[in-house]
């Protein structure tokens, strides 16, 4: 069973920086891709950003290309979201997803299988 954990959210002001992580047991973590998504408060959950198996190729959603940062550590079975420039907006509940094979679906949140509990981030204005 693919286990997902997300940390390292929290309440920064409009401007600052977070870095969350995810955790992942349960398969071999090099062989899939991973993605971030998030969800505001009465909206869908929406793209954020995802990264292959290999870590060479990414992909992101336009709100977030040039402040946020994926990339992953194989060793370690974890993904990383740095986010830069964070504003208002960005607030939203932040998860880690993957999908159950090997293909890379990039932004169809449909064909991501298993996800963390999320973590929270605030930004203030």
């Known amino acids: 069973q693919v286990h997902l954990v997300e940390s390292g959210g929290g309440l920064v002001q409009a401007g600052g920086s977070l870095r969350l992580s995810c955790a992942a047991s349960?398969?071999?973590?090099?062989?899939?891709?991973m993605g971030w998504f998030r969800q505001a408060p009465g909206k869908e959950r929406e793209f954020v950003a995802t990264?292959?198996?290999?870590?060479?190729?990414?992909y992101y959603a336009d709100s977030v290309k040039g402040r946020f940062t994926i990339s992953r550590d194989n060793a370690k079975n974890t993904v990383y979201l740095q986010m830069n420039s964070l504003k208002p907006e960005d607030t939203a509940v932040y998860y880690c997803a993957t999908p159950s094979g090997s293909t890379w679906y990039r932004d169809d949140v449909s064909k991501y299988d298993y996800w963390g509990q999320g973590t929270q981030v605030t930004v203030s204005s």
């Open positions: 349960g398969r071999t973590f090099s062989r899939y891709a």
């Open positions: 990264i292959n198996w290999s870590g060479r190729s990414t």
